[in-house]
Nanobody, 125 residues
Framework: QVQLVESGGGWVQPGGSLTLSCLVS????????IGWFRQAPGKEREGVSG????????FYSKSVKGRFTIAKDTGANTVNLHMSSLNSEDTAVYYC??????????????????WGPGTQVSVSS
């Protein structure tokens, strides 16, 4: 069974950058659609970005488009999320999730079967 573990979270000042990494074990990263989600206190889980082998362009939410970049590292079996120009509204627990690759790209959390435990990102001065 595939397992996911996030890393790279932490504290950063507004305007700063962080790169999150999602390590996939028990399977190849190319066999799964990988999504990044985040959840702030008192808010619903939000789809941030996702990548699929069968879809040329990853998806990004409106709130992060132009600031975040998702990329696969097949050698390391990870999917990384590079985040720049961070602001306080980006503060949340970030999760990566996986769904079997079927040539589609999913934005809804309900489409994903496997989840990591999450990593905290805090943006403040």
């Amino acid at each position: 069974q595939v397992q996911l573990v996030e890393s790279g979270g932490g504290w950063v000042q507004p305007g700063g950058s962080l790169t999150l990494s999602c390590l996939v074990s028990g399977g190849s990263v190319n066999d799964y659609v990988i999504g990044w989600f985040r959840q702030a206190p008192g808010k619903e889980r939000e789809g941030v970005s996702g990548i699929s082998r069968g879809i040329v362009n990853p998806f990004y939410s409106k709130s992060v488009k132009g600031r975040f970049t998702i990329a696969k590292d097949t050698g390391a079996n990870t999917v990384n999320l590079h985040m720049s120009s961070l602001n306080s509204e980006d503060t949340a627990v970030y999760y990566c999730a996986a769904a079997p690759e079927r040539g589609m790209l999913y934005r809804s959390p309900s489409a994903y079967h496997y989840w990591g435990p999450g990593t905290q990102v805090s943006v403040s001065s």
